[in-house]
């Protein structure tokens, strides 16, 4: 799998800092809305109404302060394949069970770790249902099914 | 009843052959993922807190208690063979560790650093033992205003402490805070941040979160980095271990300094394990007769960091225990542990639960025994650790996080919340946020939040009853003086820099 390879510089400290910056206003806003009180019975709102603002201001300064050099090269295969390999576990543990779940994780990571091989993935993922099963089935009494049949 | 007779208690629990077993199985798990680069203790606490809930909330604790300090020894193994840290607290430790294994002095530096740690932890559990009573009573005094100001420094300190920029830690602290106040209003029953979901009234699983921000996170950090695996590196038989009697010699007293150093550190809010060993790092190679020769490969510049990190991580268990306020974010996700086991951590834990406080003290000794008896026959097996193919090995960490997060609540809800929280950890590892702070805000919003609306509201209102104690007041002065010192201290490197431009 050829790596996707993204330089993260500048203009991902901006956009971060503006991410934290409406994280803040959704702070803020909410906050406002849930009703501020008064000095003796704060009211629900006033406390994330204080915190939106303070990393509103924060988001700003952090903005203020990014340079060019903080910026970094990042492979994201991993992150372009192993994520949707977790969402589609979840997707499927409770109708497919935890064999179909976890092959289809393991799958999933063979694009994102180029020295993971076919049938390497394959041993790994028979070794981790088994162990599974026996850890957290019958082990733990987890509420979780070999195939979906619960 | 004397200290004896609560350390007898404590002992009988610890003994118990279950406690023993799940004490091992802590402290060998910590060591593990202390050994292997790129996974912290706080991704493994959080991937067996799951587990703990089928036990007895002190056999729970001991096992995540484990964890933390197994992995203060682990991670000085791949810093002295490999020059790569385990953990961030082994950084100091390969300033001297990496030379002394090309020295061809590795085994004895293992050696050395083993016994350090375990000399370090023993002064911090002592400390433990002596100081906690006392801190617990004193801290029985305290109100709502008190514990605001304590929490407060916490929080400052912990995200100005870290290296970096000081803005980026406190928008994570206060990025945390706000995490911390989604799900329903203690007071008022308002829900709030909800966005309509049911899964979100009880807020943010804490599970959820740390296995997101700390194992999805990690495992995507590393695998986009462009690191290459770790070479392989050669194994030792305890006979070639041994340090002659200079070497031991010239590590006794930096272990001893190293110890106090971490224990006094540890208990501070806003530490950690890794300040503490760059600290008494600092303090050695000033005091040493020869200042010159660290970084060359010399044994007090490993035994003192490594004595100092292990004291830390006992040493801050004094605050959580104690008043109920965590010292970093692992402590933090302890504290959240024990709440979740119906245990309130604070000054009345040691009268009401003494069997939980005594029976977690004693099980560090174990711990210690256990960990000084798998780390030094076993160095083999630990040197093999380090060559597990990362293809493997992070595939089958996802997998333990998604069963792990689905079995909190036996919904995938949790698991979506988790790779959310991957993909926000990816990104703050990759721009250099620190990611520890936003999970000390999560698990201290709701209460220094209670507190704040507590003491207004026994003030009617008077905002001068933050400051209405000696002891908030000097909280305070302190947390103003964490505030201040970061950004002056950074202003002042930024000027120096530009006159030496000039």
């Known amino acids: 799998m050829k790596s996707v390879s993204v330089r993260l510089g500048l203009w991902a400290e901006r956009i971060f800092a503006a991410f934290l910056f409406a994280m803040g206003g959704v702070l803020a806003v909410y906050g406002w809305d849930y009703g501020l009180g008064e000095m003796n019975d704060i009211g629900p709102g006033a406390f994330p109404l204080g915190l939106g603002l303070v990393l509103m201001a924060l988001a700003l300064r952090c903005a203020y302060e990014a340079t060019p050099e903080d910026s970094a090269e990042r492979d994201l295969s991993a992150l372009l394949f192993m994520v949707p390999g977790i969402v589609l576990w979840a997707l499927l543990i409770d109708w497919a069970g935890l064999v179909a779940a976890t092959a289809v994780l393991v799958l999933f990571c063979i694009p994102a770790e180029a020295k993971l091989r076919p049938l390497g993935a394959l041993v790994l993922a028979v070794l981790l249902c088994l162990a599974g099963w026996l850890v957290f089935i019958e082990g733990f009494n987890l509420p979780l099914t070999l195939f979906g049949a619960r | 009843m004397s200290v004896f007779h609560d350390l007898a208690m404590g002992f009988g629990i610890a003994l118990q052959p279950t406690a023993i077993l799940i004490c091992f199985a802590g402290v060998l798990l910590g060591t593990f993922v202390g050994v292997l680069p790129g996974i912290g203790a706080l991704a493994a606490i959080s991937l067996c807190l799951p587990l703990t809930y089928y036990m007895l909330p002190v056999h729970g604790l001991i096992l995540l208690a484990g964890i933390f300090y197994g992995a203060q020894y682990g991670s000085s193994t791949a810093a002295i063979l490999l020059n790569i840290p385990g953990t961030p607290s082994a950084a100091a430790t390969c300033l001297d560790g990496f030379p002394l294994s090309k020295k061809g002095r590795a085994g004895q530096a293992l050696f050395v650093v083993t016994l350090a740690s375990f000399f370090g932890g023993c002064v911090a559990i002592i400390l433990l033992i002596v100081f906690a009573p006392p801190l617990a009573r004193f801290a ?52 709030r941040f909800t966005l309509g979901m049911v899964e979100l009234t009880d807020g943010i699983n804490l599970v959820a979160l740390a296995m997101g921000l700390f194992g999805i996170a990690e495992v995507l950090t590393n695998l986009a980095s462009s690191e290459s695996a770790a070479p392989p590196a050669r194994s030792f038989r305890l006979r070639e271990m041994l ?94 542990a024990m709440i979740i086991h119906g245990i309130v951590p604070g000054p009345q834990l040691i009268s009401e639960q003494p069997e939980m406080f005594w029976g977690l003290v004693s099980s560090f000794w174990v711990g210690n025994v256990l960990l000084l008896l798998i780390t030094l026959p076993l160095i083999g097996f630990w040197v093999r650790i380090l060559s597990i193919p990362r293809q493997y090995l992070y595939p089958t960490i996802l997998f333990l996080i998604c069963v792990g997060v689905y079995s909190v609540n036996n919904n995938v809800f949790d698991v979506f919340v988790a790779v959310a929280f991957g993909l926000l950890g990816f990104v703050m590892n990759s721009l250099r946020y620190p990611v520890a702070p936003v999970l000390l805000g999560y698990i201290l919003g709701p209460l220094i939040e209670e507190n704040f609306r507590r003491t207004l509201f026994i003030s009617n209102g008077d905002v001068t009853a933050f400051a209405s104690s000696p002891v908030s007041i000097i909280f305070l002065a302190l947390s103003v003086l964490a505030l201040v010192w970061p950004l002056y201290s950074h202003r002042r490197a930024l000027r120096r820099a530009r006159s030496a431009e000039v």
């Open chain 2, 140 to 191: 029985l005094s305290f109100g709502a205003p008190e514990y605001f100001a304590v929490m407060l420094l916490g929080l400052i300190a912990a995200s100005t402490a870290s290296s970096g920029s000081a803005a980026k830690g406190l928008a994570m602290v206060v990025l945390g805070l706000g995490l911390g106040m989604v799900g329903t209003d203690v007071t008022s029953g308002t829900y």
């Open chain 2, 243 to 336: 340090p002659t009697r200079r070497e031991a010699k010239d590590s006794v007293r930096p272990a001893i300094r190293g110890s106090l150093i971490g224990s006094a550190v540890g208990a501070l809010p806003g530490t950690g394990p890794a300040i503490a060993a760059f600290l008494a790092y600092a303090i050695e190679k000033r005091v040493s007769r020869h200042p010159e020769r660290f970084g060359t490969g010399v044994f007090e510049g490993i035994a003192a960091p490594e004595a100092a990190n292990n004291a830390s991580v006992q040493a801050a268990f004094i605050p959580t225990l104690c008043i109920g306020i965590p010292g970093d974010a692992v402590m933090a996700f302890m504290l959240g």
